[in-house]
């Protein structure tokens, strides 16, 4: 027996599932998916025992070729799910199994017509990652087992389903919808994902396009108009595009993310429609995955920073490429500097008890991965790649992340495999570094490279202080790194005295607002309150729930508890155990 990843149920010495053939209709009544899931075996793999990963599925049959096969469900575990037990007969390439979800999948939101722009039409969506995929389909569900798939989805004849996948066409069947979709590119199972609503596109250009609901489609064709820029600075980087198209999808309220790479529809969040675009770094950033991430994956959570790390540098280097005011060098440093302090308030606030969660390399086995979820594999993996670039020189790390990609391109990657390939590369650099410092040690560092620019320096210069006359032309991550490095300094005096000049209560960018609140809500700022509640009424990323509630409960924890009970139905599965968690 042999478990690779401490959350899954995958064997490696049992057939790797390499295909998936899904057959699938959507049910919004009963929100649930009955489903046929045909997993066709590797080359050369056939039958014996097959571990299955699954969390609150129903099987109701599974078959080889003709014939019912044994199989077995285990009692749940709390973290992995279920583990199904399939005894496949020696000769079979393949096995197929009918089920159905719960109505309480952790993968799945069921959006009612209110809960939507529209307000007309119910939505659907789903969000795999990170061990999310078994309470949709039964299948190995770790990166090790990347798989290709092909589906077909019935839907109602009067909403659009998209998949993260190709599309090969649709027909109608009376009042039903019938898509398929095909994925030729194997991926990690966390990607397989779907969108179903009133959903409309726009062309962005030649190989990307966004979908959204009608009500807010021109508005996201404007803010991501410059995707092909940066989809061609990518190329640069880290070489051909390998997914044919990046086309973006538009989500409702409730996602719980900035955004989700999955490939070929990347799901962003609608916070990110501020009207000046000044917040499409999270476009940048999904984009990067298309290399890091999707091309080559962590092999587990326990590497997470090999995804997040990597993307992130690459995230800085597409801005750094981009025009000013929110491209160029200064915008990039600024990003860097705003993630340092998140960095340092992830060591000091959320893992002031578990320190071992701020070592790169973690260690997992009986840890949720969305409890152990924080900005330290982002920012402390983006340290530790910048340290080895100021090391080496940007021109030999460029070399590196070619090398890198051709490497490991398709497939997954541990963080012992990333030290193997750096010892080959670059001799000895590890050491020179002090690689342990950031990979098994805790904490920040020493020679963690700081972000420096002129206008970092300006404006950290009027922290905790009434910003002078240059504060007009802020950019709003000018104005998040003032409000980030002033949470701790602030008095109700300067509150009153910010609001009055610059309205920040009402800012209807929520990078500044989220910043805005959760400063003023630690102040005493009373107006900060109410306009909390209207945002978390109004909003479910979590990048903004959980501050905005943990300053809330700082202030009032009846308050912040009673808000939640309200809200809660409104959040996505993944936020309501965060939250739950966070408010304990």
């Given at each position: 027996?042999?478990?690779?990843?401490?959350?899954?149920?995958?064997?490696?010495?049992?057939?790797?599932?390499?295909?998936?053939?899904?057959?699938?209709?959507?049910?919004?009544?009963?929100?649930?998916?009955?489903?046929?899931?045909?997993?066709h075996?590797?080359?050369?793999?056939?039958?014996?025992?097959?571990?299955?990963?699954?969390?609150?599925?129903?099987?109701?049959?599974?078959?080889?070729?003709?014939?019912?096969?044994?199989?077995?469900?285990?009692?749940?575990?709390?973290?992995?799910g279920?583990r199904?037990?399939?005894?496949?007969?020696?000769?079979?390439?393949?096995?197929?199994?009918?089920?159905?979800?719960?109505?309480?999948?952790?993968?799945?939101?069921?959006?009612?017509?209110?809960?939507?722009?529209?307000?007309?039409?119910?939505?659907?969506?789903?969000?795999?990652?990170?061990?999310?995929?078994?309470?949709?389909?039964?299948?190995q569900?770790?990166?090790?087992?990347?798989?290709?798939?092909?589906?077909?989805?019935?839907?109602?004849?009067?909403?659009?389903?998209?998949?993260?996948?190709?599309?090969?066409?649709?027909?109608?069947?009376?009042?039903e919808?019938?898509?398929?979709?095909?994925?030729?590119?194997?991926?990690?199972?966390?990607?397989?994902?779907?969108?179903?609503?009133?959903?409309?596109?726009?062309?962005?250009?030649?190989?990307?396009?966004?979908?959204?609901?009608?009500?807010?489609?021109?508005?996201?064709a404007?803010?991501?108009?410059?995707?092909?820029?940066?989809?061609?600075?990518?190329?640069?980087?880290?070489?051909?595009?390998?997914?044919?198209?990046?086309?973006?999808?538009?989500?409702?309220?409730?996602?719980?993310?900035?955004?989700?790479?999955?490939?070929?529809?990347?799901?962003?969040?609608?916070?990110?429609?501020a009207?000046?675009?000044?917040?499409?770094?999270?476009?940048?950033?999904?984009?990067?995955?298309?290399?890091?991430?999707?091309?080559?994956?962590?092999?587990?959570?326990?590497?997470?920073?090999?995804?997040?790390?990597?993307?992130?540098?690459?995230?800085?280097?597409?801005?750094?490429?981009?025009?000013?005011?929110?491209?160029g060098?200064?915008?990039?440093?600024?990003?860097?500097?705003?993630?340092?302090?998140?960095?340092?308030r992830?060591?000091?606030?959320?893992?002031?008890?578990?320190?071992?969660?701020?070592?790169?390399?973690?260690?997992?086995?009986?840890?949720?991965?969305?409890?152990?979820?924080?900005?330290?594999?982002?920012?402390?993996?983006?340290?530790?790649?910048?340290?080895?670039?100021?090391?080496?020189?940007?021109?030999?790390?460029?070399?590196?992340?070619?090398?890198?990609?051709?490497?490991?391109?398709?497939?997954?990657?541990?963080?012992?495999?990333?030290?193997?390939?750096?010892?080959?590369?670059?001799?000895?650099?590890?050491?020179?570094?002090?690689?342990?410092?950031?990979?098994?040690?805790?904490?920040?560092?020493?020679n963690?490279?700081?972000?420096?620019?002129?206008?970092?320096?300006?404006?950290?210069?009027?922290?905790?202080?009434?910003?002078?006359?240059?504060?007009?032309?802020?950019?709003?991550?000018?104005?998040?790194?003032?409000?980030?490095?002033?949470?701790?300094?602030?008095?109700?005096?300067?509150?009153?005295?910010l609001?009055?000049k610059?309205?920040?209560?009402?800012?209807?960018?929520?990078?500044i607002?989220?910043?805005?609140?959760?400063?003023?809500?630690?102040?005493?700022?009373?107006?900060?309150?109410?306009?909390?509640?209207?945002?978390?009424?109004?909003?479910?990323?979590?990048?903004?729930?959980?501050?905005?509630?943990?300053?809330?409960?700082?202030?009032?924890?009846?308050?912040?508890?009673?808000?939640?009970?309200?809200?809660?139905?409104?959040?996505?599965?993944?936020?309501?155990?965060?939250?739950?968690?966070?408010?304990?």
């Open positions: 027996m042999a478990r690779l990843d401490p959350h899954s149920y995958y064997d490696s010495e049992q057939p790797r599932v390499e295909r998936l053939s899904l057959i699938a209709r959507i049910d919004f009544d009963r929100r649930i998916l009955d489903g046929t899931a045909t997993l075996f590797a080359p050369g793999a056939h039958g014996g025992t097959i571990d299955l990963d699954t969390r609150d599925l129903t099987i109701l049959k599974v078959t080889a070729g003709d014939a019912a096969i044994a199989h077995q469900l285990s009692e749940k575990d709390p973290i992995l279920t199904l037990r399939v005894q496949a007969p020696a000769s079979a390439n393949s096995i197929t199994i009918e089920y159905r979800t719960s109505p309480e999948s952790t993968a799945l939101q069921w959006l009612t017509a209110e809960q939507t722009f529209g307000g007309e039409h119910p939505f659907l969506f789903s969000q795999c990652q990170a061990i999310h995929a078994r309470s949709v389909v039964p299948l569900d770790t990166p090790r087992a990347r798989l290709r798939y092909d589906a077909t989805i019935t839907v109602p004849a009067h909403l659009k389903v998209l998949m993260a996948a190709a599309q090969l066409g649709e027909e109608m069947r009376g009042s919808k019938i898509s398929r979709f095909e994925m030729n590119q194997p991926i990690p199972p966390y990607l397989l994902a779907f969108a179903v609503g009133d959903l409309v596109s726009r062309e962005l250009g030649p190989r990307s396009r966004v979908w959204a609901e009608p009500k807010v489609a021109d508005k996201a404007w803010e991501f108009a410059d995707v092909d820029t940066m989809l061609t600075i990518g190329e640069k980087l880290f070489g051909e595009y390998p997914w044919e198209r990046f086309d973006v999808l538009v989500m409702p309220r409730s996602f719980p993310y900035g955004g989700m790479e999955n490939p070929r529809l990347t799901f962003v969040t609608p916070t990110l429609l009207g000046d675009r000044s917040l499409t770094n999270v476009i940048a950033h999904e984009l990067a995955h298309s290399w890091t991430g999707n091309l080559i994956t962590n092999a587990d959570a326990e590497h997470f920073w090999l995804n997040e790390g990597w993307t992130v540098f690459a995230e800085r280097r597409i801005l750094e490429a981009l025009s000013p005011p929110h491209g060098k200064e915008a990039s440093a600024i990003d860097a500097a705003l993630g340092r302090r998140t960095l340092e992830a060591v000091t606030g959320q893992f002031k008890d578990h320190p071992e969660l701020t070592c790169l390399r973690t260690h997992l086995t009986g840890v949720d991965p969305d409890e152990a979820f924080s900005e330290v594999p982002y920012e402390k993996g983006y340290l530790f790649l910048r340290t080895i670039e100021e090391a080496v020189g940007r021109t030999r790390f460029d070399a590196l992340i070619h090398a890198y990609v051709d490497r490991f391109r398709f497939g997954t990657i541990t963080t012992e495999e990333f030290c193997a390939f750096m010892e080959r590369e670059l001799p000895g650099v590890l050491m020179q570094i002090h690689s342990a410092r950031f990979l098994d040690q805790p904490g920040i560092p020493d963690a490279p700081r972000a420096e620019s002129s206008r970092i320096d300006a404006v950290e210069s009027t922290v905790g202080k009434l910003p002078g006359a240059t504060a007009s032309g802020w950019t709003p991550a000018e104005w998040q790194l003032y409000l980030e490095q002033s949470v701790d300094r602030a008095t109700p005096e300067l509150c009153r005295a609001d009055e610059y309205a920040l209560t009402q800012s209807g960018n929520y990078e607002l989220v910043s805005w609140l959760e400063l003023a809500l630690r102040a005493g700022h009373a107006p900060a309150v109410a306009r909390t509640e209207e945002v978390l009424a109004q909003v479910g990323r979590m990048k903004y729930l959980k501050p905005l509630y943990q300053a809330l409960h700082v202030r009032s924890p009846e308050r912040a508890r009673a808000l939640f009970a309200r809200l809660r139905g409104g959040y996505h599965p993944i936020a309501q155990v965060v939250l739950e968690k966070a408010l304990a």
